[in-house]
T-cell receptor, first 113, second 113 residues
Framework: EAQVTQNPRYLITVTGKKLTVTCSQN?????MSWYRQDPGLGLRQIYY???????DKGDVPEGYKVSRKEKRNFPLILESPSPNQTSLYFC????????????FGPGTRLTVL | GQQLNQSPQSMFIQEGEDVSMNCTSS?????WLWYKQDPGEGPVLLIA?????ELTSNGRLTAQFGITRKDSFLNISASIPSDVGIYFC?????????????FGKGTLLTVNP
């Protein structure tokens, strides 16, 4: 089944404790992206990757890191999480670019205490 | 980053009614997308528009790319309970990156059976 998977689905952590949210797609997509969703703000793009080893900042990249060492994986790293990073995070992928049909993962709900 | 102005923020309608929502911006867009998010899931692409004036249908859904390239609307005809969810517009600005996507804040639709 073609899908985007994220892990964990739910995470409660404390300020400053490094964490990684994994994202994997099995559709051989070139493009992958991370978004955060906050009440009243819609979705905002954090980082995206056009291909292996090629990443760039979205609109809200502060406090996040990403890597794209393999085509199928695009982990989101929070080196020192803070409470304002409490949010619902979505990973998405497409064959080419953000204007192409993006397939979203199920989401990761992160709470930073 | 700039967000799109999406309205209305929420709608409460009776089953069978038609629904209309729209997105506007002060910038010119070359792509307009409409996504739906069911409760507890990631967004799913409903309709993609790539040309000014384009009118596209997907079942009971119809969307148009505004002539000015600064707006788009989505209509849902004869609503049913499974239409419940959050509807997002999204777009790519002219002159912007093909890899970045700007979302509206969403329209929460509730359908009373």
């Amino acid at each position: 089944e073609a899908q985007v998977t994220q892990n964990p689905r739910y995470l409660i952590t404390v300020t400053g404790k490094k964490l990684t949210v994994t994202c994997s797609q099995n559709m051989n997509h070139e493009y992958m992206s991370w978004y955060r969703q906050d009440p009243g703000l819609g979705l905002r793009q954090i980082y995206y990757s056009m291909n292996v080893e090629v990443t760039d900042k979205g609109d809200v990249p502060e406090g996040y890191k990403v890597s794209r060492k393999e085509k199928r994986n695009f982990p989101l790293i929070l080196e020192s999480p803070s409470p304002n990073q409490t949010s619902l995070y979505f990973c998405a992928s497409s064959f080419e670019g953000a204007g192409d049909t993006q397939y979203f993962g199920p989401g990761t709900r992160l709470t930073v205490l | 980053g700039q967000q799109l102005n999406q309205s209305p923020q929420s709608m409460f309608i009776q089953e069978g009614e038609d629904v209309s929502m729209n997105c506007t911006s002060s910038s010119i867009f070359n792509t307009w997308l409409w996504y739906k998010q069911d409760p507890g899931e990631g967004p799913v692409l409903l309709i993609a528009l790539y040309k000014a004036g384009e009118l596209t249908s997907n079942g009971r859904l119809t969307a148009q790319f505004g002539i000015t390239r600064k707006d788009s609307f989505l209509n849902i005809s004869a609503s049913i309970p499974s239409d419940v969810g959050i509807y997002f517009c999204a777009g790519q600005r002219v002159g912007g990156s093909n890899y970045k996507l700007t979302f509206g804040k969403g329209t929460l639709l509730t359908v009373n059976p």
